[in-house]
C-alpha cells in the first residue's frame, strides 16, 4: 500500500470516475484540481477553528485509486476495496472527486465498520432514482442502492430542490427525511447519534458560488451555510466525500478552491474529534 | 392561431425584442436560450411545490411574437395584440425575453381584461423615466407609460437600487410602492388583494446569481430570495413577463437556467390555482 | 497640484501599485477599471442614501500617484505624501486600487491628522503578519506595519476566515477585535467612537460576488452585507481605500462593477457628513 | 409538411441529436446557436459570391427533427426519413447540428437519390471505427456505418490529425482517399466527377478559430482554408451537414458565427448552380 | 494645449466614442484598454524594426478627446478639431479607439493638410453605407462621408468579406478598389504613390485573432499577416487609426494586446521616417 | 528511484516551478494540465507519423520533481540532477511546465552528456538578459546563463519577435542565429548536424492557438507550423521541454491541449529514431 495510515488519521483519497453521468464528463479530473486548489499558493492550510492541516502529520494523501475510463461493476467494486482498505486501519477517509455514483461504494465500506451509521447528504438533487438509461449505477441512482442494501440509521437530505414524483415516492419508501430549500433555514440545528457519513456534492451550492458543476440548480445554499453546517451539525463524523466537481465548468477554478475550503474544514473536524 | 388555449392554461410566448434598450443588444435571443435552459437535459420540469410542467397538457409554449429586429410604436402594439389574443382564451400569458420595454403592452393588455390590476415589479431600477435618449418607449420608461394610460390599482417595486432624483419623482407623482434594498427583508410579507401580474427583470437579482443581464448592479437579491417572493406573495397571479435576460452576457448560460426556473416556479403557481 | 481641494470634499485618488503582492500581479490596473465601471453608461451615479455623486461638485478625482510598477519603500513613501497632500485641505479620501500594502502610508498619513484614528479593516485575511518572503512591505504585512508605528484606537477586522497560529499571535499583541465569519451576522451593530477610517478588501466578499481577486477564499460576505456595513457601521467615517481588485481575473467586470458600487456608497456618506 | 420545397432551393434542417457523442453533449443545441448567429445583426445574409441568402425566396428553413433526447436506431431512421422527404422534392438539403453520428442517415438519403456519389469529408477525425464503447452508431462510426451500405463513388478526406491503427485499417479496407494535415496545403486541388455531398466536422478547423466542439484536436485548418475549400473544390455539390458544434464550450458564441459563415458560404455555392 | 508637439513626432490621441454604433457599446473604453496592454509589464516598447518607443521622446500620449456619450455632429466636429490641432504641428496622429465612425472626421483634417491623401483601409466592412437606421454618421458609413467630402487620391480596402449589393453599388461609385479575402494573399504587394492614411478596424482580423470587437466575421487576416502589411506596404504613412476594440467582448484582453502591438508597429513606422 | 528507464526510452518528467517569473505565477501547475489533456477522453495518443505512445512501453511517465514553491539556485540544482539521472539511463527527457528559468538546467545536463549540443529554441522572446529585476536566474535570461556555461555547438531561435537593444548585444555576444517573425517563414529548412536539444516556450504560439500563456504576444506562429517545425528540422533530437503553459490564463484548457499535441509529435519523433 502506497501510505502508512493510522487510527484518527485523515485519508485523502481521490476517485477519477466520471461515466456514470448522464449529462457531461468532467468529474474525473476533479481530484487533481482540488489537490492544485489545497497547494495554490493564494490560500493557507489552516481550517476556521484553527486545525493547521500542513503542520500535522495526521492528514494524508493516499492517492487516485485505479478507476479511471472505467465504467460498471467494476469500479463500483474498486472504491469499496480502496475505501474499506483506509478505513480498515482506523483512519478517516476524505474522498475527492467523481460524479455521485462513487458515493454508493463509499457509503457501502462504512456501513460495514460503523454500526448504526447516519448519513448527511448535501444535494440539489434527492439521487434516488431505480434506474436511469445509463442503469443503475448511474449518477442520479446511488441512495437508492444504498438503502436497498446497506444497513443505514436515517439518510437527512439538505439542499433538495428537484424533486419530482418518482423520487417522492423512492423517498417515502425509504424514508428518507428530506429538508428541501423551501424548509431549509440557516439556524436550523441537524441532530444525529452515532456516526455520520458525510456526502456533499457540490451542485447543492448555488450555481454563483459553484458553477463548475455539470447540473446547475439554482436557488441553492450558500458557501458560508455549507461551511456552517459542515462544522454545526451534531454526531459523530467518520468520513466524507466531496462529489460532481466539473473541471470543464470551472474555467477560473473557483469551484475547486471551494471544493478544497470543504476539505479544510471536514479535515479539521475529523481531526479535531 | 398556431396554438390551443383553454381556460387555466399556461402559454409561454417569446418577444425578441431588444432595440429598445440603451446600452447593449442581446435580449432578443432570450426566448431560445430560456428554452434550451429549460429542457437542457441537467434539470427536470418540476416545480418546487411538485408541479410537473412536463406532465401536464396544460403548459404551453406558443412561440416567439414576429418582432424581431423591430423599433417603436409597431412592436409594442404587435405585443399588445398577441398578448391579448392569448389572454383572450382565458389562459395566463408567461412571457420571455426582450428588453423590459414589452412590459408596458403585456400590462396594458392584462389591465383591459383584470380591473383593479396590481403589479408586482422586481428589478434593480424603477423603470419610471418619463423619457430617455431613445424615446419614451425606452427600456427604463415603461412602468411611466403604464401608469399614464393603464388602471392600475398598485405598484409595488421590490429589489430597487438604483433611484435617483428624477425617478423619486415620478414614483411619487405615481404613487409607487418602493421597496428599496434598504428595507427589504426576506421575511417581509406582501399583500395585494385581487388580480396581480408580475414583471420580473432579472438584474433585479445580484450579478453573482445572474450575470447575463445589460445592466450589473451589485448589492441586488439572491435567487432563493426571488423564488420564495414568487411563490409566497399573496394574491391572484394572473400573469407574469421575465425579461432582461442578454444572453452575450451569459456565456455559461447560467442565467438562462436561473430564468427556466423561475419559468417551473411560476408556472407551477400559475397552474394550482 | 492637478487638483482644487476644499474641505468636505471627497478626493478620489488612484494607486497603481501591485509588486508588493505574493501571487499574482493585477492590481495595479485597478483604478482605470474602477472608474470605467463608474461611468461605464451601465448605472447612474447616485448612492443609495439619494447622493448623486454626478450632481455635485465636491465629488472630485485627483487622478493617478506614480508608482507604477515600483517595489519598496519609494512608493511606500509616495503613497503617504500624496494622501496627505489631499487631506491636509480638509477633504477625505478615497483611495483606488493597487494591493493592499498601499493601506500603511495610507493610515500613517490619516493618524497624523486625526487624533485616536480607528480603522475598520473589511478582508478575508488579517494582513498581519510580521513578514513574507517579499518582506516587511508585503500585501500581508500591512496591518502589522500600521500597529507597530501609528497612533491607533481600535483596529476592528470583519470578514476574517483565513486566521492561522502566526497571524492569531500578532492580533493578540496588538489587541485586534477579530469578526470572523463564524461570529459574523448581518444584523450585528458595529459602532466606533471618534474619526474611523475604512480598509476594503475586495476579498472579504465571497468570490461569487467579486472574482476579480487575486486570492479566492471562498465563504464570504455578500455585496450587500458590506453595502450595508459601509451605511450603518456607528462613528465618524474620514477616509477609505478599496484594494486587491485584479483585473485579470474580472473578465466580464463584475469586481469593477462591485468596487464602482462601494465607491459610491462610501462617497455618499463622506458627503453627507 | 411544414415547409414547401422546390427543385433547386436549399433547405435547413435542425438535427438536435447528441447522445451518440462518447465524451460530451451539446452539439443537440447547435441548430438554435446556428440560427440565432446567422440572424445575429452582427453580420449580413450575403455569401462571398454575392449570393444574398435574405433576398431570395429559395432559401427555406424546414425547422428541425423530432429526434431531441434520443439515442439508437430510432433517431437514425428518422434523419433518414426528413432528408429524404426534403431531396425528394428536388431541393438541396443543408443539415445543421447534431454529433457526427447523423452523417450516416443523411449520406445514405443522398446516396439512394444521386448515383455514383461523392463524398468530401472535412474532419480533424476520420470517424471510421467498426464500433465503440457506445456501439457502432457512435459519432466516431458514421462512415463506417456509409461506406457498409452505401454506394459511394469516392470518400476523399481533408484535415485528418488523428489515424490511429485501428482506424488506418479501415480506412486502406475502405479505400478511403485521406489528405491529412501533414499533405495538406492550401493550394491542393480537388476534384470530383459526379455529385459531391460535403460533411463539415468543425473540429476540422483548429480550436484556435473553432474553441465551440467537443473534441479539440490542435494543428487544424484556418476557417479561410475550408471557406476557400468549399467553394473551390471542383463537383457538383449536391447536399451538406454541419455538425459537431457544441454551444457548451463556445461561451462568446465564436463558433456558432463560423457554423453560420459555412451555412452562407454552402448555400450561396448550392443556389448559384 | 496638455502636450507638446514636434515636427515628425507620433501624437497619441484617444477617441472615447461609441455611440454611432448600430449593435453593441463599448469602443469608447478602448483608449484606455490599449495604453493599459502597451505598459503591462508582459511586454517592452520595441517595435519589430527595433524602434524603442519607450527610449524616444517623439512618442507622446496627447490623451482622449472629451467626446464620451456624445452622438451625432458635435462629437465629430470635436474629433476633427483634435486632429487637426495636433497635425498641424507637423506630428503624426495615432487615434486609438472609437468605432468606425470616428475615421470620418480623422480622415478629414489629414485631407486637408496632405494634397493626394490614399486611404489604407483594412477591413473585414466596406463601410460605405449611404445611411444606417442611426442615420450617416452610424459606423457603417464612414468612408461615404470621406468619397463625398473629401479629396482622396485612392481609396483601397484590405480584408473585405462582407460585401454586398448596395455597397458594392458603392464601391462603384466611388471606385474603391477593394481587395476582397478571395483574392488576398500574404505576398500581395500594396503600393501607393504620395501620402497615405492608414485606417485599422480590428475586425478586419479573424476573430480567433482578435475575439475583441462587437462584429464576428470569420475568415480573416491573422495578426501576422496585419502586422506585415503595416510595415511592408510602399508610400508615406502619415496618420491612422486603430477602431472598433470592444472591451466588452475581450475578456483576457488579448484583443488589447493586439492593438497595442499595432500601435508599437505603426509607430515605429511613423518614427523612422 | 521510482521509475524504470532503458536506453531510447522516453521520460516525461514534470517540473513544478514559477517563481522565477516576473509577471504571473501559474506555470508550477502546468505538469498536471498537460497529463490531464494528454488523457482528456477527448483525444488518442497517436502521434501523426502512426506512432502509439499508448501502445509502447518506452514512453514512460517519471513524476514531478520536488520544487515546487522553491526559489533561487536549490530548484535550479535539483531540476539538472533529476535531468541527469534521468538522462543518464540512456533515456530521452521531455520535461513538462515550469516557467522557462528551467532551460538552463536541463539544458546543462544534456551539454554535459551530448558533445557538440545544439539547440532549437522556439519562443517569441530570446530570453538572453544578462539579468532582471528578479535576479540572474529569473526567466528572461535562461539562455544567457547557458551559452556562458555551455558547450553548445548552436544556439537557434524561431519565432522572436520581442526583440530590444540589451538582447540584441547579448544575441551577438553569443552569435545566436536569430529567425525572427519578419524572416520566418513555414517552408524554411532548419539543419543541424549532431545532438539537438528542443526547448519549446508556448508564447512562441501567437495568442489565438495558445492563450494560456504569462505574456501574450502577437504575431506568432500556428501550432500547425510548429508542429512541422518539430517533426522536419533535420538533425538527432535528443530532448525537449514544453514551458511557459500557465493555467490560470488557460480557462477551457485549450492551451494544455496544444502541448499534449506537442508531447505526442516530440515523443513520436523521439521513440522513432
Redesign the interface.
Do not use: C, W
Given at each position: 500500500m502506497p501510505y502508512d495510515l493510522n487510527p484518527g488519521d485523515v485519508a485523502l483519497m481521490g476517485v477519477p470516475l466520471d461515466l456514470h453521468s448522464?449529462?457531461?464528463?468532467g468529474p474525473?479530473?476533479a481530484p487533481?484540481r482540488i489537490r492544485?486548489a489545497l497547494?495554490?499558493?493564494?490560500?493557507?492550510l489552516?481550517a476556521?477553528d484553527?486545525t493547521?492541516l500542513g503542520?500535522t502529520d495526521r492528514f494524508k494523501d493516499t492517492g487516485d485509486l485505479d478507476v479511471?475510463?472505467m465504467?460498471g461493476q467494476e469500479p463500483i467494486d474498486r472504491i469499496e476495496a480502496g475505501a474499506d482498505a483506509r478505513i480498515a486501519t482506523g483512519a478517516h477517509l476524505l474522498s475527492l472527486g467523481g460524479d455521485h455514483s462513487v458515493a454508493y461504494p463509499l457509503i457501502k465500506a462504512h456501513a460495514e465498520r460503523y454500526e448504526g451509521l447516519n448519513i448527511l447528504h448535501i444535494d440539489s438533487h434527492p439521487d434516488l432514482y431505480d434506474s436511469q438509461?445509463i442503469g443503475p449505477l448511474g449518477h442520479g441512482c446511488p441512495f437508492a442502492r444504498v438503502m436497498e442494501t446497506c444497513q443505514i440509521n436515517r439518510l437527512v437530505q439538505v439542499g433538495i430542490?428537484?424533486?419530482?414524483?418518482p423520487q417522492?415516492e423512492q423517498a417515502e419508501k425509504f424514508r428518507v427525511e428530506v429538508i428541501?430549500?423551501?424548509t431549509w433555514h440557516p439556524d436550523l440545528e441537524i441532530r444525529f447519534d452515532g456516526p455520520v457519513y458525510l456526502s456533499l456534492d457540490l451542485d447543492a451550492l448555488?450555481?454563483?458560488?459553484a458553477?463548475g458543476v455539470?447540473?446547475?440548480?439554482?436557488?441553492?445554499l450558500?458557501?458560508?451555510e455549507v461551511?456552517?453546517l459542515i462544522?454545526r451539525f451534531e454526531g459523530q463524523l467518520v468520513g466524507a466525500d466531496i462529489v460532481e466537481l466539473n473541471p470543464?465548468?470551472d474555467?477560473?477554478?473557483?469551484t475547486a478552491?471551494?471544493a478544497a475550503?470543504f476539505v479544510k474544514e471536514i479535515g479539521g473536524r475529523l481531526l479535531s474529534r
Open positions: 448522464t449529462f457531461l464528463q474525473a479530473f487533481g492544485e497547494h495554490s499558493g493564494a490560500a493557507n489552516t476556521e484553527g493547521d503542520a479511471f475510463e465504467m438509461q430542490r428537484t424533486m419530482n414524483k417522492q428541501d430549500m423551501q448555488d450555481p454563483a458560488f458553477p455539470s447540473h446547475h440548480e439554482p436557488g441553492g450558500s458557501t458560508r461551511i456552517n462544522r470543464h465548468r474555467p477560473y477554478g473557483i478552491m471551494v475550503k
